[in-house]
Each structure stands twice: as structure tokens, then as C-alpha cells.
């Protein structure tokens, strides 16, 4: 503090001491209003501050406020309160004054003292005449103040509303939503209707930030009028409706707070919902992501049916709890319930599980948010997950929440009770994180507890014995409330684990000899719960323990023993009646649970040895019978008319033996956590395990699915949206037709297909969706664009398929994987295989037609739209059946599953007519339509896998230029050496770009390239695909080189995954075990080295055949080679025990062979054979493999 | 959801309130007070606490404690996780966060919640944002104000709300261009009392100092981004790059900011670059007892190992300690019974000793168990992960950027059981 100040003050100081001297010295008139009269020197002190500069150096300075408030709270304890208004004479005068300086600093002072928590309403008439002013900063003080006190002043707030009104059409977005904002904030019940119609207006506004305003504020208006709720809802509805990230969390929280109950508002929302999620900022993802949990509860089936139905597990009664609320069921249920175990069986086999796209995409969608730096986010993803997900992906949120174990206590503690819930349901999520629940002394004793709560979860036959040895550590603990809880925590361990139950009691037993009173007490506690398990071999300890009563003074230990010692006394029969004649001795002495456990131990002593205890009986029941305790005194009063044989003793004395030495069940040690999950998990209900205010119930999953059409979308102009989204390079208007094929899509799949064929359909539908959604969003487009080539291709492919089938017979099982099946099909599998092959032929027929039609498409090269009228026309051209019932539910899911296929992102050739090589190849392959199949080029064995896209310059790199790469897996015609890569632009800038080429390629020895023709011009907006050619000489060795726009030059590089590096061969089963020979024999002496096999352990999912064919070929451009083939010719011949898979291909420069062998086992196991003369390569395709298999 | 926010002084005093609904009298951190009255340690005090009406969540951090008052259900981590924003706030205007700093600047850290809250759910907690509208005060910004009237709110209209990338103000410029990353990796391991590991892992966290101007767009990538096991990321990392080429990807906020936290993959043997040798024993029938500690280099990959310092809480029933140190100083408070043996720097040759007679209270039993020792410690330039960055490009601007990149190792939560 500058001496200047200290000189200011001076004079402050001073003016009180002589005012409370004048209090003192008794001018009582003047009591009402002594201290500052008007004219008193402190006035004149302000009043002189405008015409002294120094005073303004001294108010803007944050320090000197605090003085400040100091001195007025000193004056506030000095005068009385009438004497308040008074004081604030001052203030009120910069307020008036027209300098804003002083309002300013009128203003700093005043919120200052709100911000204290001192009472400033006095001003209120003063401050709201500034709400007009032009300095912003007072302006803004000024609605904190209005904000404020409005509540209390609400006829004179009103003086400020048209001001506001005035705000809200202003040209600037900002004002009007900062008025709406105040306006909103200002609770006063007048003003209802005049909110209503701001928010309805806020609501349609243009700006997107007035729109998140107007969702803010809709909760507020709720608090202040519920009665306004349905109008309310409306503007809610409209307002989910909304496209940008900016309003989704916002107006989520307000749906939450005003009609959470209305799940119905969310269905049409509900995809736009997950998929904005990520873009979403941090606290409205947190919102989002718990109304979602709750949605999907209500609208898919449980992810973990079969398992829990199987399982006699809480989840079995979780099931049927839902069916209990169903009560048209209720019939039905009983019965169910009946023969609950072959109900539950014939369920499952009735309706495979098949878990509902969207709810798989909202699974999807919140899997990143795990890698949130905000912790609450993390914990609503991951109580979704443990909510929503099959069990075998809950593991995946185990991580995430460990890590937030490392952040701070408060986290630490949320996050702990979250995971002692967790861990009782699904113990070995956590196990591999053991250790990191280990305690440190420096925790604080809340979260000691906790982590002792998980460990004990955590707790089984294998981990049992390093926990313990860390329980051992904590015993020694100087916190004693956290000894006492390692103590309860071995105890529940020696109870869920009989193999350490002897170890841990001779372990407590040793504790009873511990100095710490509190330790012994806890221990003796612990031990007669454990030792109610099996009392009989225990009397040792029991004779132990009776000795511990001289010395234990803790009253519950006390009791215990007592107890222990009258429940077993037959074990001990010597020592028994001793305890009781030194207790009968102490009795008037002891706390009121031992005293009752005395009468007790009494009470079965007179039962089984009254010859030597029947005084001592007597004894203690007299004292008991004047004890100042009426439970006492009752107690005696009924032992000794049940035990003491009187003549009028009533019927009951004759059960007295019965009554008194019934046979205990053993307690069972629980953990408190046992059943919390019926709170959502990260809720405040959860940690509180009571019911908080607003709570939402999580309902129980439904027995049968809801319509899940509810969700489709007309016209889901969302897509456009959000520009993170654009950084991702999604064109505004492509979503737009994939969505509205997507719609048309299941008239098609549904009209198209025959009835047993639409199980086969589906199959495949959900195939190509799910990859295609699975992909990056933002390669989505092109990832379409290529697998709608594909996807035509395939079916030509299939065609050919079909002609080998026809010439010599293949087991459908061959086929199946060439149309790329997805794991979802395999769940399927329950399906008559023979339906399926009927269904193929038909969707041959189907193809055959279509691709006729592509094959029109391509020669006239028609135009993107007119391709996919056409397609809506052949969609249309079967004759539309009515929806049947029974296969309604498939068919939605179908409409679902075609979500993304159809995106009509252009096929190659249609785009430009610069694809040459594709194209060329398109031709070769369709001549190989009418050629035999010699000519057949291997890649029509090809399956039509996904391929995957690489990004080669990103969309702000490349400014507004964007790149991709993915390797077609085509034969590049101009030289076979090469592998073909397609390079897909997109000018997403806002102009063109011209001379799109490449140059100055620096290559590896060795390698070439063939370029691409120059692009001329690329249109803003337009996508166009090329194709070049790398020979990258059988390395993995990336491919530098530059893109050079007619602006700016990128380098780039391309870098092939080593399973690229090859192109499929077709062989047969013979073939190939020959080939595999002559490559192990060719080397001699150094026999395998051209062979790597691999023991591997397949991913749960991917255990089907078709999963690993499917793996395979996506990992590595290789061909299978048809296994059955021979076992057909020859039938004799007993299958082998396990399938091989087999798969060959050659790589592309130097055509040395790749075969590729897979064995499956049961239970997962497999082994992979690769044989390779190109060891590196070889090597590095087990890798790749391998990955792909186990992931 | 958030209703009000009280800040609370460790004596109990309440010093600054704020209501974003109706007023909650203050009455009601009665209940709070009460439990803190009962905890021993601050830290002790029940993060959530059911009072007949409302739910209180507090934080405690540098030494005050953020009181949030709530009436409805709402994910406490929720309201946790803001407050420490709050904290980070204050931090980050006025570069510290203590009672005096905010009552010094009560105004402004009342107008700033005013900002992040709009009727209790947040509405902009991002700092670039924050500080748009209103500028963090500096001394010459100060002396201006002074001088001319003008004061720290941003007369123009924030824009950074209505941004799509609302963690980066608009319009930064600067003439020297810089981007600074530190790459801090800190140990947490607690080690047995014959030295061996129970149980260490490395937390790494990558700071970042970007002074760029205009729309910088950053990619870091590692050499080995294999190692990281476990990473979170600041909301302007794209997740989706990461996750298919392992690099950063990113338009950074303005100044500075944690880029990423990470975990490194727990197969991986963390090497534990001290050792400590240590004796504490007190005798069964005199008061007595004796401490003996040593710490030695271990596996330090050929960097000094500085900022050594042992911590050690004491007994209760320690009367007084006579010990010496052949290195640095040692502090020992009575009252605590905390004792800080501040090493130094590392010095192979010559081990640090320290080592004495503790006396215990007449009478006293002998403790049962000895206390552990908390080691803190500073490797500079060496994350001990190994972990390395590779490079950082920069697009979207013409300029050239000077970067560096900075790696230290601490000790974490670094505990020797003894």
C-alpha cells in the first residue's frame, strides 16, 4: 500500500472514531440517523473525489477496494442497520453523476459487495437507471446487479425491460443474445409472457449463439412459470431439431430439466445426436451422452440377453423385472416364470440378439470421448458403456477410468465409488489395474476406504496373496479408521475365498494381540463373524479370546466375545462359566450391548450347564432387573420367565433351549456397493445411494425392441452442419442423398428379396453399412465411393462365382466370403443354410440385372443424379408387396443397415473420364463376364472388402484441397508390376483449382511410378478420382513425392501396408499344398526359414469362418484358395478335425508366392502359416495378419 | 444445476459468493463447516455432502476450498470438474490462485463466473474466450486504465463463442512467432521397504506455450508413439487422426495449455532413477530411535538428478530429532511433525546421508509402523519413458514458427515403504 493510500484513509479512520465518539456521548435525538448525516465530513470527502485526481488513481486499483469494504464493514458493526441506506449516499451519487468513470467505479464497489455477500438492494433504484448506458463495462455491471436483486425489487426491475426488449432486435447477434440472456435471468413472474415471446422469437433466430441462448433460457422461464411447459416443449422440440453443436448441448439440458419424460422428442433426433456428439463442447457432451443412456434403454433390446438369460445371475431377474412392469404380459409371465430355465433357452434360439445399428452407433460414437481431457466426460461414457454395451466391450472404459484415478481427490473419490460398483458386476475389467488401486499413505482416509472397497472387489483365488500381502503393509497404518477398514476388508476376503479363510484368521487372531485397542476391537469383531463359519475347529482361538476380556475395554469387542463364548460354550465348557463370574463381577460397570450380551451368555449357560451356573444366573438377572436401562431390565424380566422353571411359567420355557441355542446362519459380508447399479452410474443418486431431487430413473431394457423406424428422417438436413464437421471434409450436400437413399432403401431390399431370402439380404445389407459407418466420418464419403464400385463389382464378381459353382460344385461357404460378409452376418448363422444359397441364386438375378444397367450407366456416363433415379426406379420395378408382420421388424433394421450404402459418392468411372486404368479394367473384368475362366482375372475371386482409406494431404493442408489414397486392389493394366492406387481429390475450397499433377517423385532404387494424367480443372466442390501406378519393388518403403496445384506444391508420400504389396492368385487346394512343399523344400538345409507360423488366440468375433476369411483378405490382397473343393471330388475322405483357411497371392514386382494358412481350433486358438521366399515381406505379413485376427 | 459457488478460507471464513439462481442463504455452508470441523486434514473433507435441502460439492485446492451449492441431480463430476476449472482460471489470470489474489480482483473474478455459468450450466470455460471479454490485467494495462478511464472488458463483442473452434480467439498476432512444448513425465511408484518396485508407472503430460499468429494448424508427431498407453487430449486434438497415424493434430488455443496427458504402456519396466537406503527403528524400552537414509543414483540413463528432496511424516509421539546431513538442509516442524530433508542435486560420488537420534515422548509406546518417505526429484532434459518428439509441422500460415521442445522427469507420487 503506498503511503498516499495510507494518508486517504487516514481521514475514514478517523470520521468513525469521532462519530461513535458523538454516539457515545449520547445525542440521542439523533440516534435514528447519527452516523453519516448528509452533511457530514465523509460526504464532503466524496464529494470532493470527482475534482481530485488522485481519488481516481486510488478507485480503479483492485487493493484498494478491499480497504474499502474493510472500513464499511467496520462501519457496519458500528452503526445500527437503519443507518445503511445512508451510507451508500455516496455511491448513489456516481451513479447519478454523468462522468462514467464514477458510474464505473459506483459500480465495482457495489458488485463488489454482492460478491461479498453484502446487502446492496437499497441501490437498486440508482443502478437501474444506468441499464441504458452506453459504457459497456457499466452496462454490464449493471445487468450482474439487475440479475441480482431483481427478485427482490420486481415492480422497479420492470423499469428495465424495454430497454432489453430493445436489445433483442438489435442487429448484432451478441446484444440480442446477451439481452435475452438478462432478461431471461431477471426473475420476475410479471414478465412471463414477455420471455415466452422473446424465447419463441430467440428460438428461429438466425445466429446459432442467440438459438443456444434461447435453450438456456427456457429452463429458467420453466423455474419461474411450470405452467408454461407445453408451450415450452414446443420450442424444445423445434430447438432439438436444431443442426449446430452449438445449441445441441444446450437444449438437452433444457429438455432434461423441463420434460425428461419426453423420450418421444428424441427419436428423430436421436442419430444427429451421435453423430454431432463429438463436436459438441465438453459439458453438453456430459448431458447428451446421460440422456442418451437413458434413451437407448428404453428403445433397444440388451445387449447381454443371452448371457443373462443363460447365467442364473441378477441379470436373469433383471430381464423379467421388466416384464413385471409389462402387464399385459402378466399371464404370459407367470408361466414364463414357471419353467423359467427351458423358457429362457427357447428364447434365445427363437430370436438371435442383433444389436440394433443405432444403438451400435451410439456405442461407436462415444468411444473417442473417452480420450476427453474432462473427466466428467469420461465417466458419462464410460456409465454408458457399462449400461449399454455387450459385455465383452465394457473392458474398453476400465482404462480411462484409471487414469482419472490420477487426477485430483475429489475426482479420485467420485471415480472410486463409481468403480466399487462396477467391479462387483464385472470384476475382471479392473483386475489387469490392480495394482494401480494400491494405497498410499498420503491418501486421504475417504479415498483409503474406497480403494480397500475395490481391492476387496477385486479380490479371487489367483490375486488373493499379493492383496493380502498389501493389506499386511496397511495394518501397520497409523490411521487407525483405516485399519479398522483393512481389518473389515479381510474379513470379507477370508468369507468370498474358504482357500485363505485360515490364513486370515490366524492372521486377525495375531492382531488381538496388537496395542491399539481399536485394532483388537475391530479384529475380535471381524473374527466372530468368520468364525460363526466354522466354529468347531476353532475353540482355540475361542479360548483365546475369553482371555482377551480382562483386557479389551472397546464394548462392541467386548460383546462380541460374549457372545461367541455363550453361542459355542460347549467348545469351551471350563472357561465358559469363569467369563461369567468375572463379568458377573463387572456387570453394573459395563456399557449396555455388553450388559445384554452378559444376560445372554448367562441365559445359555443356565440352558446347557445350570448345575454350575445357576446362581451366577440368578445373580446377573437380579442386577439386571434394577438397571437404569428399561432394555435391560426388560430383557432380564423375559430370560428368566423363559429359562427359570416356575410353576405358572407359560408354554414358551419348554422351547427354551430351542430359542436360545437355534443354530445362526453365519452372516454374509457384503460390500455397500452390492446393488447400486440401479443408479445410473456417475450420478449424484449413485454416490449418495439415496434417490436425489430430479433424479431420472434408468429403466429396465425392453423385452421386445420398440419400432426402431421411429428414428428415420425425412429430410435430415443436419449433415450440413457443424463446420468441425467440414474440417473433416464431409461435403454439405452428399449426406443429404445418402440419407434419403437410406430411406428408399428398404422398400428395396425389402421388395427386392423373397422372404427366406431376406434373412441372407440383411445379412449382407448390415455388411456393407456397418463397414461403412465403422469407417472414419471423414473418409466416409470416398470409402462409399469406392464400395459402391465394389459393390457392383462384387456382383458381377459373383456372377462369376456363380459359373465356377455351376461347372463344379462349391459349397456356399466359398462363395459367402467373397461377398465380404461381416461378423454380424455369422451371428446369423442360425439361419437355414439352405435358405441361403436359394437366396443367392435370387440375389443374382437381381444383380445381374443391375449390373446390366451399370454397364449402360457407364457407356453413356450418365450423370450422378440421373444414376441414382435410375436406381430408384429399378428399386421400385418389383411389384411393391404389403409389409408383412412377421418380417417387419427385420425389414426396419434392413432400412437401418442400408444407412450409408447407397451414398451415391460417384463411382470412379462416372466421375470423370479420366479414370482410364480403372475403367480399363472395369472392361477387362467385364469381358471376363462371357470369357471362360481361364481368362478369369484373379481378382474376380477377390473378395470386396473394404478398403481402406489413407489420407495423403488434409483438407487445411492442402487449403481446401484434400486428398485421399486407397489402394483398388485392381490390376494396373499398363504395367503389371505395379500396384494400382486411386487418388481421390476434393476441392472443398471455395475455388477452383487448376493443374492438379505430380512431379519430382523421390524414390527408393528400384522403384517407379507411373503418374497420373494432369487434372486441369477441379471445380469448388467436386470430388474426381484418378488412378497411378508404384512399383514399390517389394518394400514397404514409402513413395515420396510432390502434388502440385497451379498455386502451391505438397509434398506427399505414400507408404503401402506390406499386404498391398501383392496381388491374388487362384489355386487350388492341391496346388497349394504342392507349392507350400516345393517353397520348404527349396531351401534345403535352411528348411523354414520361408515358413513363419504363429499360435494366436482369435478375437471372440471374429471366431467364425467367414470372419477370418474376411480378416484375412482385408489385411492382404490375396485370393482363398476354395478348401472344399477336393473334399467335394472325393467324399470318403473324413473332413479334417479343424477348417484351414487358405489363402495365395504373389507379390507384385517379383511374383514370388505368399500362402497364407489359417487353423482354427476350438476356443479361439489358431495358427497362421505363412510361406514366403521374401522373408522381410513374410514376416511382415504375420504381423499384419495377426492384427487383423486378434483385434 | 449449479446453483451458487461459495469460496472458502481454511478458517472457515466465507469471502466471495456467487448465485446463478435464486440466493442461497449462506447459512448453508454451516454444513460444510461442520464436517470441516471434524475432518484432521482439509483433504479429509467429503467431497459431497447431503444437507436436508441441498447438495454441497466442494474442492479443495490451494488451500481454498470451492464450495458449489446444488439442488438437483447432476453428475458430480460435473460440478467438480468445473471447479477446478474455476481454480484454473484464476490461475490463469492472475498467475496464482489465493484469497488475496481474488478479493484483490473480486470484480473481475465476479464478472468471470458470471461468464462461465449461464443459470448454472456452463456457457464459456474456455480461456481464449474468457479472455476476449474480458482482458486479464497487467501492470501496463493497468497504469492505461488509470490514466484514461478505459477499464478490462472488451468493448469488442466477443466472437470466440460464435467460433466453430472456440478454444482459439480470433485475430492473434505477434512479431516473434513461437511454439514451446514441454514434455513433463512424472513417476508414481511405490517402492517396498528392500527396494524393490510394488508397483511404478509413468504420467506424462505434454505443455504447451503456443504464441502463434493467425490460424496456425500444428502437427506433432513422435518417434515412438507406440509407448503411450493411455492418452486424453485437449478438445482441439483431432481424436480421429490420432487414433490412424498417431500424431497430433491441431489448432492450438492462444497461449499456454495441456495439450495431452498420457499413460505409458504398463509392460514397459519403469526405470526407478534413485535408490533410497533406509533405517528406521526405535528401541522396544527407551524412548529412542534411529534414522538413517541414503539416496543413491540408480538408473538415470546419464543425467544428474536434481531437486532431491525427502519427505517424511513423523510419528505423533516424536518429542524432538537430532539428525545430520552430509548434503543440503533439513527442516523439521514440531507441530507436524513433518520432516524435509532438502538434498539438492545428486552427487554419485558422494551419497547423501542423513542420519540421528529421534527421541519419542516419556512414556510413549514405541510406533508401530515406521513412516514412509515421499521422494521428489528432477531429471531435466530426459523423459524417462524414452519418449521423443519427432517434429512439428505447421500449415495454414506462411511464417516460419521458432519451436522447442523441452523434456523433464519428476518424481510423482514417489513413495519408499519403509
Not at chain 2, 470441516?36 to 447438495?55: F, N, R
Request: glycine share 4%; with cysteine.
Amino acid at each position: 500500500m503506498t503511503p498516499m493510500q495510507k494518508l486517504l484513509q487516514l481521514p475514514v479512520n478517523a470520521m468513525n472514531m469521532v462519530k461513535t465518539a458523538q454516539d457515545q456521548m449520547g445525542q440521542q435525538d439523533e440516534a435514528k440517523s447519527p452516523v453519516m448525516t448528509p452533511d457530514g465530513g465523509n460526504h464532503n470527502w466524496y464529494n470532493g473525489e470527482p475534482n481530485d485526481p488522485r481519488h481516481i488513481r486510488f478507485g480503479s486499483g483492485g487493493g484498494d477496494q478491499e480497504e474499502r469494504a474493510h472500513l464499511e464493514e467496520g462501519g457496519g458493526s458500528l452503526s445500527s442497520l437503519v443507518t445503511q441506506p445512508l451510507r451508500h449516499d455516496d455511491l448513489k451519487e456516481m451513479l447519478d453523476s454523468n462522468k462514467d468513470s464514477l458510474k464505473l467505479e459506483a459500480m465495482k464497489r457495489i458488485v463488489a459487495m454482492i460478491a461479498r455477500g453484502k446487502n446492496a438492494s437499497d441501490l437498486f433504484p440508482a443502478v437501474v437507471k444506468n441499464v441504458a448506458c452506453k459504457n459497456i463495462e457499466v452496462k454490464k455491471l449493471v445487468y450482474v446487479y439487475l440479475v441480482r436483486y431483481a427478485e427482490e425489487q420486481q415492480d422497479l426491475a420492470l423499469l428495465s425491460i424495454s430497454t432489453f426488449q430493445r436489445g433483442l432486435k438489435d442487429p448484432n447477434q451478441l446484444i440480442r443474445a446477451s439481452a435475452l440472456r438478462v432478461l431471461s435471468s431477471i426473475r420476475v413472474t410479471i414478465i412471463v409472457p414477455i420471455m415466452m415471446l422473446a424465447i419463441k422469437e430467440a428460438a428461429s433466430d438466425m445466429s446459432p449463439y442467440v438459438r443456444k441462448t434461447a435453450a438456456h433460457a427456457i429452463p429458467k422461464l420453466y423455474s419461474l412459470d411450470p405452467e408454461q411447459k407445453d408451450c415450452l416443449i414446443e420450442v424444445i422440440e423445434k430447438l432439438l431439431a436444431d443442426k449446430t453443436t452449438l445449441v445441441a448441448g444446450s437444449v438437452v439440458m433444457a429438455f432434461e430439466e423441463v420434460c425428461p419424460e419426453r423420450i418421444d422428442l428424441i427419436h428423430k433426433n436421436y442419430r444427429k445426436l451421435c453423430n454431432l456428439l463429438i463436436d459438441v463442447e465438453e459439458w453438453g457432451q456430459v448431458v447428451i451422452i446421460n440422456m442418451l443412456t437413458r434413451y437407448a434403454r428404453t428403445q433397444f433390446l440388451n445387449p447381454n440377453m443371452n448371457e443373462s438369460l443363460l447365467e442364473e445371475g441378477g441379470g436373469e431377474k433383471a430381464f423379467y423385472g421388466s416384464d413385471n412392469d409389462d402387464d399385459t404380459d402378466d399371464e404370459e409371465d407367470k408361466e414364463e416364470k414357471e419353467k423359467k430355465k427351458t423358457e429362457a433357452t427357447a428364447i434365445v434360439k427363437r430370436k438371435p440378439y442383433v444389436m440394433d445399428p443405432d444403438h451400435r452407433l451410439l456405442l461407436r460414437n462415444t468411444k473417442p470421448l473417452l480420450q476427453s481431457r474432462n473427466a466428467a466426460v469420461v465417466m458419462a461414457v464410460a456409465q454408458l458403456y457399462f449400461h449399454l454395451a455387450p459385455k465383452a466391450e465394457v473392458g474398453v472404459i476400465a482404462k480411462a477410468l484409471v487414469r482419472l484415478m490420477r487426477s485430483h481427490s475429489e475426482v479420485q473419490y467420485v471415480v472410486l465409488q463409481n468403480v466399487a460398483t462396477m467391479s462387483i458386476k464385472r470384476r475382471g475389467m479392473f483386475e489387469p489395474y490392480l495394482k494401480s488401486f494400491y494405497i498410499r499413505s498420503t491418501d486421504p482416509t475417504q479415498i483409503k476406504v474406497l480403494k480397500l472397497e475395490v481391492l476387496t472387489n477385486l479380490a479371487n483365488e489367483t490375486n488373493i496373496s499379493t492383496i493380502l500381502r498389501e493389506f499386511q503393509t496397511y495394518i501397520k497404518s497409523n490411521d487407525k479408521d483405516f485399519v479398522a477398514a483393512t481389518i473389515q476388508a479381510i474379513g470379507r476376503c477370508a468369507t468370498n475365498i474358504g482357500e485363505v479363510r485360515d490364513t486370515c484368521l490366524n492372521g486377525l487372531v495375531q492382531l488381538l494381540s496388537n496395542r491399539d485397542e481399536l485394532v483388537v476391537a475391530e479384529s475380535v469383531v471381524v473374527i466372530k463373524k468368520l468364525l460363526q463359519m466354522q466354529p468347531e475347529q476353532h475353540s482355540d482361538i475361542i479360548k483365546h479370546m475369553a482371555k482377551l476380556t480382562d483386557n479389551i475395554q472397546v464394548p462392541m469387542a467386548r460383546a462380541s466375545i460374549l457372545w461367541l463364548i455363550g453361542e459355542y460354550c460347549e467348545h469351551v465348557p471350563k472357561i465358559a462359566p469363569d467369563v461369567l463370574r468375572k463379568m458377573a463381577k463387572t456387570f453394573t460397570n459395563e456399557e449396555d450391548i455388553v450388559k445384554l450380551q452378559i444376560i445372554n451368555l448367562a441365559a445359555k449357560l443356565y440352558l446347557t450347564n445350570s448345575k454350575q451356573t445357576k446362581l451366577l444366573t440368578q445373580y446377573v438377572l437380579n442386577l439386571a432387573k434394577y438397571d437404569q436401562n428399561y432394555d435391560i431390565r426388560d430383557r432380564a424380566r423375559f430370560i428368566r420367565q423363559l429359562i427359570v422353571p416356575t410353576d405358572k411359567s407359560g408354554a414358551l420355557s419348554k422351547y427354551a433351549k430351542k430359542l436360545f441355542l437355534a443354530l445362526k446362519p453365519a452372516p454374509v459380508l457384503e460390500s455397500p456397493f452390492k446393488d447400486r447399479d440401479h443408479f445410473q452410474l456417475g450420478s449424484l443418486s449413485h454416490l449418495l445411494n439415496a434417490k436425489a431431487g430430479g433424479y431420472q430413473v434408468l429403466p429396465d431394457w425392453p423385452e421386445a425392441a420398440p419400432d426402431p423406424s421411429v428414428r428415420n428422417v425425412e429430410v435430415p438436413e443436419w449433415t450440413k452442419c457443424s463446420s468441425r464437421e467440414k474440417r473433416k471434409e464431409k461435403k454439405a450436400d452428399k449426406p443429404f442423398y445418402s440419407d434419403s437413399e437410406g430411406e428408399s432403401g428398404p422398400t428395396e431390399s425389402a421388395d427386392s428379396a423373397s422372404d427366406t431370402a431376406s434373412g441372407s439380404e440383411s445379412g449382407s445389407g448390415s455388411e456393407e453399412s456397418g463397414s461403412g459407418s465403422e469407417s472414419e466420418e471423414s473418409n466416409e464419403e470416398s470409402e462409399s465411393a469406392s464400395e459402391e464400385d465394389e459393390e457392383e463389382e462384387g456382383k458381377k464378381k459373383k456372377k462369376n462365382v456363380e459359373k465356377i459353382k455351376a461347372r463344379k460344385p462349391v459349397p456356399e461357404s466359398e462363395s459367402e466370403p467373397s461377398s465380404g460378409e461381416d461378423v454380424k452376418k455369422s451371428e446369423k448363422k442360425s439361419k437355414p443354410r439352405i435358405g441361403s444359397s436359394e437366396s443367392e441364386s435370387e440375389e443374382d438375378d437381381d444383380s445381374e440385372s443391375e449390373s446390366s444397367e451399370s454397364e449402360e450407366e457407364e457407356s453413356e456416363e450418365e450423370s450422378e443424379e440421373e444414376t441414382k433415379k435410375k436406381k430408384k426406379t429399378t428399386a421400385s420395378k418389383p411389384p411393391s408387396k404389403p409389409p408383412k408382420k412377421e418380417n417387419k421388424k427385420e425389414k426396419k433394421e434392413m432400412s437401418l443397415l442400408d444407412f450409408d450404402d447407397f451414398d451415391p459418392a460417384p463411382s470412379p468411372s462416372q466421375v470423370t473420364p479420366l479414370n482410364n486404368f480403372l475403367s480399363s479394367s472395369l472392361v477387362t473384368d467385364l469381358e471376363g463376364l462371357s470369357l471362360t475362366d481361364n481368362v478369369l482375372s484373379p481378382t474376380t475371386i477377390v473378395p470386396s472388402g473394404n478398403l481402406k482409406t489413407y489420407e495423403l494431404l488434409h483438407r487445411i493442408t492442402g487449403e481446401g484441397l484434400s486428398v485421399e489414397y486407397c489402394f483398388s486392389r485392381q490390376p494396373f493394366s499398363p504395367d503389371p508390376h505395379m500396384v494400382a492406387v486411386k487418388i481421390q481429390f476434393t476441392n472443398s475450397a471455395t475455388s477452383e483449382a487448376k493443374s492438379l499433377h505430380m512431379e519430382d517423385a523421390k524414390l527408393q532404387s528400384g522403384m517407379r511410378i507411373k503418374e497420373f494424367p494432369e487434372i486441369e480443372v477441379l471445380p469448388a466442390g467436386e470430388t474426381v478420382s484418378v488412378v497411378m501406378g508404384i512399383d514399390f519393388c517389394d518394400s514397404t518403403q514409402a513413395a515420396n513425392f510432390q502434388l502440385c496445384t497451379h498455386t502451391r506444391k505438397f509434398f506427399v508420400s505414400i507408404q503401402p501396408p506390406v499386404g498391398e504389396l501383392m496381388m491374388p492368385i487362384f489355386m487350388t487346394e492341391n496346388e497349394f499344398k504342392k507349392e507350400q512343399e516345393m517353397l520348404l523344400q527349396s531351401l534345403g538345409q535352411l528348411m523354414g526359414m520361408n515358413e513363419i507360423t504363429e499360435k494366436l488366440t482369435l478375437e471372440e468375433k471374429c471366431q467364425g469362418e467367414h470372419a477370418v476369411v474376411q480378416r484375412v483378405t482385408t489385411a492382404a490382397n490375396l485370393s482363398r484358395v476354395p478348401c472344399g473343393s477336393d473334399k467335394e471330388c472325393s467324399h470318403p475322405v473324413p473332413p479334417p478335425p479343424f477348417p484351414i483357411h487358405r489363402f495365395a497371392g504373389k507379390t507384385v514386382t517379383s511374383g514370388s508366392l505368399v500362402l497364407v494358412s489359417v487353423v482354427t481350433k476350438e476356443d479361439g486358438a489358431a495358427q497362421l502359416t505363412v510361406n514366403c521366399e521374401k522373408m522381410v515381406i513374410g514376416t511382415m505379413l504375420v504381423k499384419d495378419i495377426l492384427q487383423a485376427l486378434t483385434q | 444445476m449449479i446453483n451458487s459457488l461459495f469460496l472458502i478460507n481454511p478458517s472457515g471464513e466465507i469471502f466471495l459468493e456467487k448465485h446463478w439462481k435464486s440466493v442461497v442463504s449462506r447459512s448453508v455452508c454451516d454444513y460444510f463447516l461442520e464436517a470441516k470441523e471434524k475432518a484432521l486434514e482439509p483433504e479429509d473433507v467429503p467431497p459431497v455432502i447431503h444437507t436436508p435441502h441441498h447438495y454441497l460439492i466442494s474442492i479443495y485446492r490451494d488451500k481454498l476450498f470451492f464450495l458449489s451449492v446444488i439442488q438437483t441431480e447432476v453428475p458430480p463430476l460435473f460440478v467438480i470438474e468445473f471447479l477446478h476449472r474455476v481454480a484454473e482460471m484464476i490461475q490463469d489470470y492472475f498467475g496464482e490462485c489465493s484469497e488475496t489474489v481474488v478479493k484483490d480482483h473480486m470484480v473481475m473474478v465476479y464478472e468471470l463466473l458470471e461468464e462461465m455459468l449461464d443459470n448454472g450450466f456452463p456457457l464459456a470455460t474456455e480461456s481464449n474466450v474468457l479472455k476476449e471479454m474480458i482482458r486479464p490485467p497487467t501492470i501496463l494495462r493497468s497504469v492505461v486504465n488509470t490514466l484514461t478511464g478505459t477499464s478490462n472488458v472488451g468493448d469488442t463483442l466477443p466472437t470466440g463463442q460464435l467460433s466453430t473452434i472456440p478454444w482459439r480467439r480470433a485475430g492473434v498476432r505477434y512479431t516473434n512467432n513461437e511454439a514451446y512444448f514441454d514434455v513433463v513425465e512424472e513417476i508414481d511408484a511405490i517402492l517396498d521397504q528392500s527396494g524393490t518396485t510394488v508397483f511404478a508407472e509413468i504420467q506424462g503430460v505434454v505443455e504447451a506455450c503456443v504464441k502463434l499468429s493467425g490460424m496456425p494448424d500444428l502437427t506433432l508427431s513422435f518417434m515412438n508413439p507406440r509407448l503411450l498407453d493411455d492418452v486424453s487430449f485437449h478438445p482441439c486434438v483431432r481424436y480421429k487422426l490420432w487414433e490412424s497415424e498417431r500424431v497430433l493434430s491441431f489448432i492450438p488455443p492462444d497461449g499456454n495449455f495441456t495439450l495431452m496427458t498420457y499413460h505409458v504402456n504398463a509392460q514397459n519396466l519403469v526405470a526407478i532413477p534413485v535408490y533410497v537406503k533406509q533405517s528406521i527403528s526405535f528401541f522396544e524400552c527407551g524412548s529412542d530411535g534411529r534414522l538413517d537414509v541414503t539416496v543413491g543414483p540408480k538408473q538415470t540413463m546419464g543425467k544428474t538428478v536434481e531437486g532431491v528432496m525427502v519427505t517424511v511424516h513423523l510419528p505423533k509421539t516424536i518429542l524432538s530429532i537430532n539428525l545430520t546431513a552430509t548434503q543440503g538442509s533439513y527442516t523439521y516442524d514440531n507441530g507436524t511433525k513433518l520432516l524435509v530433508w532438502d538434498i539438492g542435486k545428486l552427487n554419485p560420488q558422494k551419497l547423501p546421508n542423513l542420519r540421528g537420534s529421534l527421541s519419542l515422548q516419556a512414556g510413549a509406546p514405541k510406533p508401530e509402523e515406521n513412516p514412509s518417505l515421499n521422494i521428489d526429484l528432477k531429471i531435466q532434459q530426459l523423459a524417462i519413458s524414452g519418449l521423443k518428439v519427432n517434429r512439428l509441422d505447421m500449415f495454414g500460415e506462411k511464417y516460419k514458427p521458432f519451436k522447442g521442445v523441452k523434456y523433464i522427469t519428476k518424481a510423482g507420487k514417489f513413495q519408499v515403504r519403509t
